[in-house]
């Protein structure tokens, strides 16, 4: 009696005030529980809609990089296809515009095009379906865990009651503990001499999920149960199941870590967890025993025999009636080929997508903070690109020379998105952002620039104009002299504006460079790119060093057709419950008449490269059906190779160089260009229709620069400013005596009209 007095004397002296403790400790920590929900980056939907640009192999590289699988297409996140005929189960989102419910569509193919969208259920076509967007980085808190929030009555009731048919079927009238089990377990331990089986409850579970360690020793395992009594006499069994479905470990990728049945439904399935079938629902229960030890991917086997012993249990505690759990053993695991979380694989789109936000967003306030960004990438896009840097570099790098590394930006022309960014010949490799950071000297690409500036005043210059290809002899401002020569050593004589261009003659540019002015050049600059430029001669052959960030930029202008349009990374963002906090819409300014007349003119010259040009090498390469419009460049010692090039949808600029700065033995046209060309043989784009808005064609003679008739031998047909063909017509028809007289005896007739004074040049 004295010694079951005096334990219970040390019971209540040491047991009240350690509960009092550890009541208040639990307490605050369970009221105060916010588990961090990392911030998710999703790239744009694919929009489906009659008529829009897509094949079937870039429709499936959709599909696989928002983790699609080939499924039937009626479950979210399976397709199926027959032939150009797909059938796509699509998920629910969130985008701008509000939730985006799941649908179940038919998508046929034809042409290269998008020829029909309907709805599978009703069987009626549809203007426009979208598929919901991958996602494509994830930005973490302090811990790289991986978790939706859930409330309990979203879960599914088969899993509610499953989970406790199978980790606590005592739950709903137990107190935090399972006395019986805890015997059962401690049997097994003393026989075996250490502590080998544990009988935790689901209360338990959370304990030590939330609070303790994993260790086996007989002080956490008291504290455990201390606290889940404390637990279980504090909150009501709902919120302790909502907590445990919120907190339960199912699985691991690298560092990230998914916690949550919510996260482990996207992460296993890559679905949402209302779609989860009884057989999912068993795996997910059955792993939470050991998540590496039946891990679906590794170990299928193990993971099937554990989901059916699940399953075998939910029909003997009639959650399943026999029928149903012999066609869920039947099926199989069902998980996705590639984890439903994202491995952050665009490093440097995402260094946009940071530098885009950071006026809005300090550094760390995006990590962890349970927000979704929407942005403008495109996942076919991004992997073509990918695609196109890493098999050419590999073709035209040199045994003997540097490392070759590339520079890529891909933009859409009507809006201004950017929809993929290649900073690395690794593109999975983080560091130095060669699209966005590398300042490199662009050399030609800059020349458009310079004949823009040129053909805006109609009244001096056009297409047709000529100009001389001849030595050049300048004084610069340090009292230097500078004669620039052409790439092929050579001067051509008198040309006109278009070839200069086309042919990327240096002494011609400079002949208009020089009419022009530096300083507009240098203004121009600061307006599409931001650029402080010094206002020398030099800057008229590209003697400046940008991005191609900044260079997609400038093209942009031309391939909008005159507009401004800020390059663009991020749609908006929306807060944990779906609602747009931020949005970054951006509807461009109509081009101003003279920009988008003097726009046209250069893109029908830019058209011209690639038809008899410096370009000309991608008609062989069979991208004569889009009609682009591109300029290669080249900087001394052909230490970098440029190209820039558009079509009726995209804008693409590449710089391919080194690191070291040396010469790498590349022009644009056998560097940078070729990763265009391998691009473009594989997107949809639309061909270039340039609008002749504003513009009129006419026939000009061979040798002077006035109009004459189409079939005058060498006649050419240029794009001219409506109201401004050459003053003057020569006639190749013969005329009568009369004219023959009245000319000196030339057949050919000189025209002048009455309302246009001499030309004089």
């Not at 340090?478 to 051509?492: L, M, Q, V």
């Not at 900087?635 to 700065?661: C, E, I, K, P, Q």
């Amino acid at each position: 009696m004295r010694a079951a007095l005096l334990a219970l004397g040390l019971a209540l002296g040491i047991g009240v005030p350690t509960f009092y403790v550890l009541d208040k400790r639990v307490r605050a920590e369970f009221e105060a529980l916010v588990w961090q929900v990392p911030t998710r980056v999703y790239a744009r939907p694919l929009r489906l809609a009659p008529g829009t640009r897509l094949d079937a192999d870039t429709l499936l590289l959709e599909l696989d990089a928002a983790g699609y699988r080939a499924d039937g297409g009626d479950l979210p996140g399976t397709w199926s296809r027959d032939g150009n005929r797909f059938h796509v189960g699509t998920r629910a989102f969130t985008d701008l515009d509000g939730p985006v419910p799941a649908m179940r569509l038919e998508v046929v193919l034809s042409g290269g095009k998008v020829a029909r969208v309907a709805d599978r259920r009703s069987g009626k076509p549809l203007d426009a379906a979208r598929v919901d967007p991958a996602r494509i980085a994830t930005l973490y808190g302090d811990v790289s865990e991986e978790r939706r929030l859930v409330q309990l009555k979203e879960v599914p009731s088969l899993l509610v009651t499953g989970l406790q048919a199978v980790e606590d079927r005592n739950f709903k009238h137990h107190h935090g503990i399972d006395p019986w089990g805890m015997l059962r377990a401690a049997w097994v331990n003393a026989r075996e001499g250490e502590l080998e089986q544990g009988a935790s409850t689901l209360t338990q579970q959370l304990v030590r999920n939330l609070f303790l360690t994993r260790e086996k020793r007989w002080s956490r395992k008291f504290k455990e149960i201390a606290y889940s009594l404390i637990i279980e006499a504090r909150y009501d069994k709902q919120r302790i199941l909502e907590a445990y479905f919120n907190e339960v470990y199912l699985g691991q990728q690298g560092n990230q870590s998914i916690h949550g049945i919510a996260a482990a439904s996207e992460f296993w399935f890559g679905r949402d967890l209302s779609t989860l079938r009884a057989q999912d629902m068993a795996l997910l229960v059955g792993m939470i025993q050991g998540p590496s030890v039946y891990d679906p991917r590794r170990r299928p086997e193990a993971a099937k025999q554990r989901r059916d012993l699940v399953l075998a249990v939910w029909r003997d505690t009639g959650l399943l009636s026999p029928e149903e759990a012999k066609r869920a053993m039947a099926a199989g695991l069902g998980v996705s080929r590639r984890p439903g979380v994202a491995s952050n694989r665009n490093p440097a789109f995402m260094d946009l997508v940071r530098r885009q936000l950071a006026r809005d967003y300090p550094a760390d306030a995006l990590r962890g903070a349970g927000l979704s960004v929407l942005t403008t990438l495109s996942p076919s896009a991004q992997l073509l690109s990918e695609r196109g840097v890493a098999s050419t570099l590999d073709k035209v790098q040199r045994k003997d020379g540097p490392p070759l590394q590339a520079g890529m930006v891909v933009t859409d022309t009507h809006g201004g998105e950017v929809l993929a960014m290649v900073g690395n010949r690794d593109p999975d490799q983080p560091g130095f952002n060669r699209a966005l950071e590398a300042q490199r000297p662009v050399g030609s690409l800059l020349k458009p620039l310079v004949y823009l500036l040129a053909l805006a005043q109609p009244d001096a210059w056009s297409l047709a104009t000529p100009v001389e290809d001849a030595p050049v002899d300048l004084v610069l401002p340090n009292g230097k002299r500078w004669n620039p020569e052409n790439s092929d050593g050579r001067s051509h004589g008198r040309v006109s504006l278009a070839d200069a261009l086309a042919f990327s003659y240096n002494q011609a540019t400079v002949r208009v460079g020089m009419a022009v002015g530096p300083e507009r050049l240098a203004e121009l600059l600061k307006v599409l790119a931001g650029l402080r430029a010094q206002p020398n001669p030099s800057l008229i052959l590209g003697s400046v060093d940008l991005s191609p960030f900044a260079m997609a930029q400038v093209y942009q202008f031309l391939a909008s057709g005159g507009q401004i349009q800020p390059l663009r990374a991020v749609r908006g963002v929306l807060d944990p419950k779906g609602k747009a906090i931020n949005r970054y819409d951006f509807t461009p300014a109509p081009a101003q008449e003279g920009d988008a007349i003097a726009a046209r003119l250069v893109t029908l010259a830019l058209q011209d490269t690639v038809q008899r040009g410096t370009a000309r090498q991608l008609l062989s390469d069979g991208l004569g059906h889009l009609r682009p419009a591109g300029k290669t460049g080249t900087s001394n010692d052909s230490r970098d190779s440029w190209f820039a090039g558009y079509t009726g949808d995209h804008l693409a600029v590449v710089w391919v160089g080194n690191d070291r700065n040396e010469p790498t033995g590349l022009y644009g046209s056998t560097g940078a260009m070729r990763v265009w060309s391998s691009l473009f043989a594989k997107l949809p784009s639309a061909p270039l229709d340039v609008g002749m808005q504003g513009l009129e064609w006419g026939w000009v003679d061979a040798t002077e620069y006035a109009t004459t008739e189409e079939d005058c031998e060498g006649a050419r047909r240029y794009a001219f400013v409506a109201g401004y063909l050459p003053p003057e017509h020569l006639s190749c028809q013969r005329r009568s005596w009369l004219d023959w007289f009245r000319f000196g005896g030339d057949e050919r007739g000189r025209d002048r009209r009455d309302d246009e004074e001499p030309r004089i040049d």
